[in-house]
C-alpha cells in the first residue's frame, strides 16, 4: 500500500515536472494600436521582468503609433507635413529622424517601390481615411500633377533635430514601414529589460526574438482568399510581414479592386501581385520590402527582394500564382496542396548602392 502510494507520488512529481519545465512561465496582452489588434506573448521566469517588457511594448506601440501616423492632425508626422508644405523645415524628435533615414534608404534599395514621400498620392486615391473607400475615383489630371511633381525622400534633408524637403509636394507616409519599425523598437525596449523570447503580432505581421519554449515561434501565412496558406516556425530575430490588395481597397467602375498600395511610378494601385509575404531580420525591412513587392513586377521581384537584403518571399498574383524563393520552400508546412508552386532563386546580388 505505501508503495502503491510513493508511485502516485512519483507520478505526481514527474507530471508536475513536465508541466512546469525549464522553459520559463508565459504571459500574453492583448491591446489595440495602429488600427489593429496587437497581441504580445513573452517568456520568463520572473514576473517582474515579464510585467516590465509588456509594459515597455505597449509605451512604444502607443507612442510611436500616434506621432508617426500621418493623418491625424495632431500628430509629430502630421506637423512636419504641414511645415514640408509650406516649403518650411520643421523641429522633429531623434526616433522619428532615425526612422526617415531608414526608409530613405529602403525606398532607394527599391528601385522607389516603396516611397514614403507618397503622402499626396495616398490622400488623392482616399486611403488616408479608414473603409470604406466611396466617393469619385481621382482626376487623371490630379494624378499626373502628383507624378511630375515627382515627390520622393532624395531631397529631405534630415539634420539632428530638424527635417526640410526641398521638394514642398513631399508628403510623408510611414504607412508601409512603421508597424514594422514600432515592432522592432517595441522587441528591442523588452530585451533591455532582461527578456530574451517573445512574440508581437500585430495583426498578422510579426516578429520574435528567442523561442517559444523548446521549439521556435510558430506562424500562420494566411491565404489572400480565406484560411490558411502555410505555418512556419520563425528562427529568432526574423519579421514576418505580409501587404496585399484585399484587406484594404476600393472599387474600379468595372468592378476591379483598387489595393491601398499605390505604384510610385503609376501613380495607380500596384498591379504586381495579389499578395506578398516577406521574411527578414528586421521587421522594418520586412514590412517596407513586403510593400515593394506588392508593386514590383513577375519578373522583377527576385532582384528587388535581393537588393532589400530579405531572407525570404512568397508572392501570389493571378498571372503566375505562387511563387517563392527556393530556400523558403524547405522551411514552410502545412502548404495548401492545391497550389501550384513556382520556385525561384534570389539573386545574390548585392544592395543597391545607397546613402
Ligand atoms: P498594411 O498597412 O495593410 O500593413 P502596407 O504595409 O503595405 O500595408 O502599407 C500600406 C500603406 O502604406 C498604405 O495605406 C499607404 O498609406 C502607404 N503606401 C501605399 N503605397 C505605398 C508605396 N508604394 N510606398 C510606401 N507607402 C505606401
Ligand atoms: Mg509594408
Same mark, same amino acid.
Given at each position: 500500500m505505501v508503495a502503491a502510494a510513493l508511485k502516485r507520488f512519483h507520478g505526481?512529481?514527474?507530471? %508536475? +515536472?513536465? &508541466?512546469?519545465?525549464?522553459?520559463?512561465? *508565459?504571459?500574453? /496582452?492583448? @491591446?489595440? !494600436?495602429?488600427? /489593429?489588434?496587437?497581441?504580445?506573448? *513573452?517568456?520568463?521566469?520572473?514576473? +517582474?521582468?515579464?510585467?516590465a517588457a509588456l509594459d515597455e511594448a505597449r509605451h512604444r506601440f502607443e507612442r510611436y503609433g500616434r506621432d508617426w501616423y500621418a493623418w491625424r492632425d495632431d500628430s509629430?508626422?502630421? =506637423? *512636419?507635413?504641414?511645415? %514640408? &508644405?509650406?516649403?518650411?523645415? &520643421?523641429? &522633429?524628435?531623434?526616433?522619428?529622424?532615425?526612422?526617415?533615414?531608414e526608409a530613405r534608404t529602403l525606398w532607394?534599395?527599391?528601385?522607389? =517601390? @516603396?516611397?514614403? +514621400?507618397?503622402?499626396? %498620392?495616398?490622400?488623392?486615391w482616399g486611403f488616408h481615411r479608414p473603409p470604406p473607400y466611396e466617393g469619385p475615383l481621382p482626376d487623371e489630371s490630379a494624378i499626373e500633377h502628383w507624378l511630375a511633381?515627382?515627390?520622393?525622400?532624395? #531631397?529631405?534633408?534630415l539634420g539632428d533635430a530638424v527635417v526640410a524637403s526641398d521638394n514642398p509636394a513631399v508628403r510623408l507616409d510611414l504607412g508601409a514601414i512603421a508597424k514594422g519599425a514600432v515592432i522592432d523598437r517595441a522587441l528591442a525596449a523588452m530585451r533591455a529589460t532582461g527578456l530574451e523570447h517573445a512574440m508581437i503580432n500585430a495583426g498578422g505581421d510579426l516578429a520574435v526574438i528567442g523561442r517559444a519554449d523548446g521549439r521556435p515561434w510558430r506562424a500562420a501565412i494566411r491565404h489572400p482568399e480565406a484560411g490558411l496558406l502555410a505555418t512556419i516556425e520563425l528562427a529568432p530575430g526574423e519579421a514576418l510581414f505580409t501587404s496585399g490588395d484585399y484587406e484594404r481597397f476600393r472599387e474600379a467602375e468595372? #468592378?476591379?479592386r483598387l489595393g491601398h498600395v499605390l505604384d510610385p511610378r503609376t501613380g495607380r494601385p500596384a498591379r504586381g501581385a495579389i499578395q506578398v509575404s516577406v521574411i527578414a531580420d528586421s521587421g522594418t525591412r520586412a514590412d517596407a520590402a513586403a510593400t515593394a513587392l506588392l508593386v514590383a513586377s513577375a519578373d522583377k521581384?527576385?532582384? *528587388?527582394? !535581393?537588393?532589400?537584403?530579405?531572407?525570404?518571399?512568397?508572392?501570389?498574383? /493571378? +498571372?503566375?500564382?505562387?511563387q517563392m524563393d527556393e530556400r523558403l520552400a524547405a522551411r514552410l508546412e502545412r502548404l495548401d496542396p492545391s497550389l501550384a508552386t513556382r520556385l525561384r532563386p534570389l539573386p545574390a546580388t548585392p544592395p543597391r548602392e545607397c546613402r
Open positions: 505526481l512529481l514527474l507530471c %508536475l +515536472a513536465i &508541466a512546469a519545465p525549464a522553459w520559463g512561465q *508565459v504571459e500574453r /496582452t492583448e @491591446f489595440r !494600436a495602429m488600427g /489593429t489588434r496587437i497581441e504580445i506573448i *513573452v517568456r520568463d521566469d520572473d514576473p +517582474a521582468v515579464r510585467r509629430e508626422l502630421a =506637423r *512636419v507635413n504641414r511645415a %514640408l &508644405a509650406g516649403g518650411r523645415s &520643421a523641429p &522633429a524628435s531623434s526616433a522619428l529622424i532615425e526612422l526617415l533615414h532607394c534599395r527599391s528601385g522607389g =517601390r @516603396f516611397n514614403p +514621400a507618397i503622402g499626396g %498620392l495616398v490622400e488623392l511633381s515627382d515627390p520622393d525622400p532624395a #531631397g529631405l534633408q468595372d #468592378g476591379r521581384w527576385p532582384e *528587388v527582394a !535581393a537588393s532589400l537584403e530579405v531572407v525570404h518571399v512568397l508572392r501570389m498574383s /493571378t +498571372a503566375k500564382g505562387l
